[in-house]
Structures are given as structure tokens and as C-alpha cells.
């Protein structure tokens, strides 16, 4: 007779975020996270204490409406120890029309004085930066953990491909998610979408057509997509002090993306190590994210005209890094 006897109860592991900064990106990022049911504990870490603890408590009483998991806050920076991935968000804000270089100073001071500490409490944590500029704090953030470059990169310019493949759905009307399109190069002004590769369903963008069967993506039309895409983050700020709904969505679909060790290919910003002749820099590519961070960079097939705008953008964001020290 064969035994029958249960065994031990099989657990799900335990997976644990972390998320520097309370303010309207942090505690967006938290909510997408339960939403989603990403992990199973989330904790927030700010130096406003009565803040931190306040968002902990309001996310706690809707547990109840998401997948089981468990929040907490603190002004304590053990409140993040062993976790699996810690999201950086504190920064200094953005001001209307303010470019996001123009917040490197101030925000590079707080990567400084917060980061070697998160390395002592969650050692084998995976880092994601998102407070801007992404590209140079996450540089600076490298220098100054000494953390190898796979397990410390940006969100980049994931929310930024997504604005694109949100006006190339308005325009096209086709879902977002049958568009696939990057925007590369620096988190900001000098970015650029890669037209030469993006794709609907699986008819190059370049050769779309539309209903009447003329070119619905022009040159015109394209000029006008990518300006949109660049300047709506400043529209969002001017309407509303910040931006934090769209972009809590794609950090938590990179918290994702490692969490499940899914191999999943987004433009996050990395340190570029000849990648197209372009060194010593953070910038976003497409790159394989899994389990132990940022993988390969995708060298995706690019014109010449975008290969020249993808340097430029190095360059501009390498400026930058090299004025504040790095």
C-alpha cells in the first residue's frame, strides 16, 4: 500500500522589493507592484519619516484587493535589507521646464550618501535607478558602489518607448502592444527612436500603410511622434508637478522582468562596453534583463543617420558625468 502521507507544504520563494523614496514615483511604484502582485514584500525607505510610514499603512489597508503580499516603511534603511531588487527613486524634483540634466547635482549627492548603505543591507540585491537624469546618476551610482555593471542599470528609456508605441497607436490605430519600436540614447532630450527597425504586427513601420493606402508614416509625421515623445514628460510636469503613473508601471515591469528571470529584452540604461564603438558611458539599448540584472546589449540593425544620433547622445550625457567628477 502505497504511503499516502502529505508532505511539507511547497512555498512560493519569497521575493522582497525595495524602493528608495516615498514620493509620488516611490509609492506609485509600490502600488503597481502590489497591483501586480510582483513580490511578495514590499518595503519603503525615505527620511521623512511620518511620509514613509503614512504610504506604508494606506497601501497596507487595501491588501486585502491585490495578490497576498505584506508593506512596510520605515525611515530606517534595514527596512530594505535582503532584498532581491531595490528600485531608486528619491531625487531631487523636477521643476517645470527644467531639463532633467539640470537635476544631476542635487540627486548625485543623494546616490552618495544613500547607496553604499543599501550595498551593506541587501548585498545581493539587483539595482535599478529612476531617478533622473538616469543615465548619469546610474553611472555615478557605479563608481560609487563598486556593484558589477550587470547588477546595478537604469530604467532608461523603457517609459520612453512606450510614449512612442502609444502615439504610433493613436496614429495607426493599432494596439501598442502590436508595435514594436525603441527609443535609445539618453533618458531626455537627445534620445531617438529607432525607425529603421520598429515594426507593426510584422510589416516594417517604415513601409505602413494606411487605410487609403498611402504612406501613413511620412517623414513629417515621424519628426513630429518623436518631439511629442521627448516633450511629454515636460507637458505631464507642467499640468500636474510630476510624472509617476507610466513610469511606477515600467519600473515595475523591469522589477518583473527580473523577479522571473525572464530574459526579457527592454531599452534599460547600462554601462556600454564598445557597443557600436561607444564606451564608458550610460546609456539605454536594448539589453536582455533576467535574474542577475542587465545581460546582453542587442545590437539592433541602425541607419547611419541613427548610429550618428545614438553617439551624440553618448557624448552629451558623457559631458555631463565628466562635469560632476565621473
Known amino acids: 500500500m502505497s504511503d499516502t502521507t502529505p508532505g511539507p507544504p511547497r512555498h512560493r520563494r519569497r521575493t522582497k522589493v525595495g524602493i528608495v ?3 509620488a514615483v516611490g ?3 509600490a502600488y503597481a507592484t502590489l497591483m501586480r502582485g510582483a513580490a511578495q514584500t514590499v518595503a519603503l525607505f525615505d527620511v521623512n519619516a511620518a511620509k514613509v510610514r503614512a504610504e506604508a499603512l494606506d497601501l497596507s489597508h487595501g491588501i486585502q484587493f491585490v495578490p497576498m503580499a505584506r508593506v512596510d516603511g520605515s525611515d530606517d534603511v534595514e527596512v530594505l535589507a535582503d532584498s532581491d531588487v531595490i528600485v531608486f527613486t528619491a531625487g531631487a524634483k523636477q521643476k517645470p521646464g527644467q531639463s532633467r540634466l539640470d537635476l544631476a547635482e542635487s540627486t548625485i549627492g543623494i546616490v552618495r550618501s544613500i547607496l553604499p548603505r543599501l550595498v551593506e543591507v541587501a548585498p545581493d540585491a539587483v539595482h535599478v535607478m529612476v531617478t533622473n537624469p538616469v543615465d548619469v546618476v546610474t553611472y555615478a551610482a557605479l563608481r560609487v558602489s563598486g556593484l558589477p555593471p550587470e ?4 530604467s532608461g528609456t523603457v517609459l520612453d518607448s512606450s510614449r512612442l508605441r502609444f502615439l504610433l497607436a493613436e496614429h495607426t490605430q493599432v494596439a501598442a502592444q502590436s508595435i514594436h519600436a525603441y527609443v535609445v540614447g539618453e533618458h531626455g532630450d537627445s534620445e531617438l527612436p529607432l ?5 507593426i504586427g510584422s510589416v516594417p513601420l517604415l513601409r505602413w500603410r494606411g ?5 501613413g508614416l ?10 511629442d515623445v521627448v516633450e511629454s514628460a515636460y507637458r505631464v510636469i507642467e499640468g500636474k508637478g510630476a510624472t509617476n503613473y507610466a513610469i511606477g508601471l515600467a519600473a515595475a515591469r523591469i522589477i518583473e522582468a527580473v523577479l522571473n528571470d525572464e530574459r526579457r529584452i527592454l531599452p534599460v540604461s547600462s554601462l556600454l562596453d564598445d557597443y557600436y564603438d561607444i564606451s564608458d558611458v550610460c546609456l539605454s539599448v536594448p ?3 533576467h535574474a542577475g540584472g542587465v545581460g546582453d546589449r542587442i545590437e539592433v540593425p541602425m541607419t547611419d543617420e541613427e548610429l550618428t544620433g545614438l553617439r551624440a547622445s553618448a557624448d552629451a550625457v558623457r559631458a555631463t558625468a565628466r562635469r560632476f567628477g565621473f
Request: cysteine-free.
Open 218 to 227: 511620412d517623414a513629417e509625421t515621424r519628426s513630429r511622434i518623436a518631439t
Open 27 to 29: 509609492a506609485t511604484l
Open 211 to 215: 487605410h487609403d493606402g498611402a504612406s
Open 287 to 289: 539589453a536582455i534583463v
Open 151 to 154: 547588477r546595478l542599470f537604469g
Open 21 to 23: 523614496g516615498a514620493g
Open 195 to 199: 525607425w529603421s527597425s520598429a515594426s
